[in-house]
């Protein structure tokens, strides 16, 4: 049926291209730390092989391009590999449109496959999984990269709020789950090597800012959301402002970390 057919379609982030590096980047000076974090997690030189799938605008390919020998990124958008080239200061990223649940790469070239937020919106995850195992040498990793944020009272109260009037199964992932998106290879067999590395950093924030987010839906969990719905959402949010009074305008200072966590295919 169509809908099925929509179903099994990897969200592609061509909407997204205005607005990515503006609300999904690092804080300056932390880019470098983040790539760190890969360097040490695969073990990469520069004579490393690096595949990123789900490579976007490049927030991690530009900063670690410079620390490996060969850096591919597959995106299943055109216009978000246009933004990265366009942003290329001599950095060594080859660029290919495509879906990484059928790579159009040969098998057995690659130290490293890289993810960062990409399986969450891939129905076929697990095509796309054996699609890494399929391409990865003899003894190389699959490194998933993961943001993660706390999430303040007030925060909460705003998205309980929205979650009040939209239904859950609405803004679901159509990939992996969200709760499992870090740690998900495991459940297919595949073997965490090492701990994971983490790096922590601060960043100022406002209930302002949150709100408008909403408003501009730059979560792609948002965007199978009518007109109507979204509406009904944010009134709801709006309504939980004025009832507790909160204070859009002031500023507070969180700690994020993001993280990396190396896999082992299945023998």
Do not use: C, M
């Given at each position: 049926s169509p809908d099925r057919a929509m179903n099994n379609v990897s969200?592609?982030?061509?909407?997204?291209?205005?607005?990515?590096?503006?609300?999904?980047?690092?804080?300056?000076?932390?880019?470098?730390?983040?790539?760190?974090?890969?360097?040490?997690?695969?073990?990469?030189?520069r004579s490393s092989h690096v595949l990123e799938v789900g490579a976007g605008t490049g927030r991690i390919a530009l900063p670690l391009a410079a620390h490996v020998g060969r850096y591919v990124g597959v995106d299943l958008s055109r216009p978000m590999l246009e933004r990265l080239r366009a942003k290329r200061a001599g950095e060594p990223v080859d660029v290919v449109q495509g879906d990484i649940t059928h790579l159009p790469l040969r098998g057995a070239r690659y130290d490293a496959v890289i993810a960062v937020h990409v399986f969450h919106l891939v129905p076929?995850?697990?095509?796309?999984?054996?699609?890494?195992?399929?391409?990865?040498?003899?003894?190389?990793?699959?490194?998933?990269?993961?943001?993660?944020?706390?999430?303040?009272?007030?925060?909460?109260?705003?998205?309980?709020?929205?979650?009040?009037?939209?239904?859950?199964?609405?803004?679901?992932?159509?990939?992996?789950?969200?709760?499992?998106?870090?740690?998900?290879?495991?459940?297919?067999?595949?073997?965490?090597?090492?701990?994971?590395?983490?790096?922590?950093?601060?960043v100022t924030r406002t209930l302002r800012a949150l709100v408008e987010r909403m408003e501009q839906r730059i979560w792609s969990s948002s965007w199978r959301l009518t007109d109507d719905e979204t509406a009904r959402?944010?009134?709801?949010?709006?309504?939980?402002?004025e009832a507790h009074g909160l204070a859009l305008d002031a500023p507070f200072e969180d700690e994020q970390g993001f993280s990396v966590r190396a896999f082992a295919p299945p023998a």
């Open positions: 969200i592609a982030f061509d909407r997204a291209v205005g607005f990515y590096d503006q609300t999904r980047g690092f804080p300056p000076g932390q880019e470098q730390r983040v790539a760190a974090l890969f360097v040490r997690a695969g073990e990469l030189d076929e995850w697990r095509s796309a999984l054996a699609e890494a195992a399929r391409v990865l040498k003899p003894g190389g990793r699959l490194l998933l990269g993961h943001n993660d944020s706390h999430r303040r009272a007030d925060e909460t109260l705003l998205w309980d709020a929205w979650h009040s009037v939209i239904p859950r199964d609405r803004t679901s992932a159509v990939g992996v789950p969200r709760e499992r998106a870090d740690i998900f290879p495991l459940d297919e067999g595949w073997t965490q090597v090492g701990e994971p590395l983490v790096h922590r950093y601060r959402g944010l009134a709801a949010v709006r309504a939980a402002i």
